[in-house]
């Protein structure tokens, strides 16, 4: 695959089109957190954001990075929905009793964000207020409560709004299609396409999401934006112009492949961004959705290489497992300090790419074995990720000469990133045995520089 440049000096440039936050430092490298959805779904309440705030500092995860406590979808009246004077919309007094605000307040004093959850059309996915058309009165309102992110989701979209042209890439079957190609799904109206070169700014999704992108950056408030558009509209193409990050695909599930009705396994996820991971920079980057490690029955293998994909791919890092009673082995996971700082690169924005797909051809769609082999660039040296899709253990081999960001000819000191320990100087290549779907992470480091 082509030589990846790295441009130190533009990195710290944001790019022309990006929505450069007002205090010029949230949104430029991924958020971290956590959120109640995966968990909890719309069982919530003050109570249970409060605890996890406290949670995130005794479990030490703050200090790691994870600052964002997100509210997920079902935090609002679902009966009154809006003030019927002001058309604010209105918070559940039983699930909040002393309203958001306080929630808010209570998270800041623990020295962390609190995010909130919206939606870009009539209603939430779960049936509560949508702000479609109530842009600027949520936006107001958000901000007077000390909202710190905003995910906005993409249900109940009218038909006055939906894009003339359809880009949904969870219904492509075969693969990605061509450009000119727009696949429907099973059940769906024909595919649409959209004509080449077609402009997707000029969609209805785009000005659904940059109306509140626009209402967001009218407040007095900073606040982090999370577009939720599950890629859809090539949302990669624009989304770094209305926001900080955007979703790229459905729904997430604790299954490590197929699908949980409307939801998707780790595999089925890891191949699209497969092919779908130049557009992450700094100030905007896809969204892989947030993360299932320690939930269903992943094992720790799964959720290694759940968090070590994500971390790679610079997807927002955001939990989504109970910290009541988490397991000291999942804490461990999500606390890895290498792949984090992978993540969080202060000099390289991009997310790391395949440089060889394994089991199948480069380029293979294949929803149960993506690419495998995975690198990028950091401050702190070249990674490798080399992720097990079989149901087996297998010898793992790093020929240098195949990674882009190593050179055959040289000898590099090789740090696994799981456990920080140095394993040795090697030219050439590494290998290792890796445990069925597990992933084998590593950093190398020129010998002599280490
Ligand atoms: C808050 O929600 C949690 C999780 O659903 C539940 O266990 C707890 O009983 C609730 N507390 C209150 C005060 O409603
Ligand atoms: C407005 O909402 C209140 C309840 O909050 C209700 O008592 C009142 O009748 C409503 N007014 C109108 C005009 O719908
Ligand atoms: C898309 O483009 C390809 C080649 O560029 C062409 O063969 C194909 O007919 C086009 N399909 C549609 C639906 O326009
Ligand atoms: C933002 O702050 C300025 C100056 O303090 C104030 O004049 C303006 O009304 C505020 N705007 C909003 C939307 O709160
Ligand atoms: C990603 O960038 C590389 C190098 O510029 C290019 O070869 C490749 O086609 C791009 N992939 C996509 C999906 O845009
Ligand atoms: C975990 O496995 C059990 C037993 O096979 C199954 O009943 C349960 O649905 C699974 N959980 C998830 C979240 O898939
Ligand atoms: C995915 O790849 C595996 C391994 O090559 C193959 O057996 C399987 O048929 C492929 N799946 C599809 C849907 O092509
Ligand atoms: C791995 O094993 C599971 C059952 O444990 C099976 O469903 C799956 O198809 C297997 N995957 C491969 C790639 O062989």
Redesign the pocket.
């Known amino acids: 695959m082509a030589t990846r440049l790295l441009s130190l000096s533009l990195a710290f440039l944001a790019p022309s089109l990006a929505l450069v936050s007002k205090d010029g430092r949230t949104g430029r490298l991924p958020a971290m957190g956590w959120n109640s959805w995966n968990e909890y779904e719309c069982a919530i309440n003050e109570t249970v954001f409060l605890e996890v705030g406290e949670l995130l500092l005794s479990l030490g995860l703050k200090d790691l990075g994870y600052n964002y406590v997100n509210i997920d979808d079902c935090w609002s009246d679902k009966a009154y929905q809006r003030d019927n004077v002001t058309g604010k919309i209105r918070p559940d007094y039983i699930k909040f009793p002393k309203g958001v605000k306080h929630t808010a307040d209570e998270i800041h004093k623990l020295g962390l964000k609190l995010g909130i959850y919206g939606d870009a059309g009539t209603t939430t996915c779960g049936g509560y207020a949508g702000s479609l058309g109530h842009e600027e009165v949520d936006a107001k309102s958000f901000a007077e409560w000390g909202i710190d992110y905003l995910k906005y989701d993409n249900c109940a979209v009218p038909s006055t709004w939906i894009d003339s042209y359809r880009y949904w890439p969870e219904n492509w079957l075969g693969g990605p299609p061509a450009e000119n190609q727009t696949a429907g799904g099973p059940g769906e109206a024909e595919p649409i396409a959209a004509p080449a070169g077609y402009d997707w700014t000029t969609s209805k999704t785009f000005t659904r999401y940059k109306t509140m992108s626009n209402a967001l950056l009218a407040t007095n408030r900073t606040i982090e934006y999370s577009q939720c558009a599950w890629g859809h509209a090539h949302i990669e193409e624009w989304g770094s112009s209305t926001g900080h990050s955007w979703r790229m695909w459905g729904d997430i599930y604790?299954?490590w492949e197929g699908t949980?009705k409307w939801s998707w396994g780790l595999m089925p996820i890891l191949n699209h961004a497969s092919f779908w991971n130049n557009d992450t920079n700094f100030w905007g980057r896809g969204d892989w959705d947030m993360l299932e490690v320690g939930?269903?029955?992943l094992t720790i293998e799964e959720s290694r290489s759940h968090f070590a994909l994500w971390a790679a791919l610079k997807s927002p890092l955001i939990i989504g497992t109970r910290l009541h009673g988490i397991k000291p082995e999942i804490v461990k996971i999500l606390s890895n300090k290498d792949l984090i700082a992978f993540n969080q690169d202060l000099l390289v924005g991009e997310a790391a790419k395949p440089y060889k797909w394994g089991v199948n051809p480069d380029f293979t769609w294949n929803q149960s074995h993506p690419a495998e082999y995975w690198s990028g660039r950091s401050s702190r040296g070249a990674h490798v990720f080399a992720l097990n899709t079989l149901n087996k253990t297998v010898t793992k081999i790093i020929d240098f000469a195949e990674v882009p960001e190593l050179n055959k000819k040289k000898k590099y000191v090789v740090f696994d990133s799981w456990t920080g320990k140095k394993k040795g100087t090697f030219k050439g290549r590494y290998k290792a045995r890796v445990a069925r779907h597990d992933t084998l992470a590593i950093r190398l480091v020129e010998a002599g520089c280490a």
């Open positions: 604790p299954v949980v939930n269903g029955n």
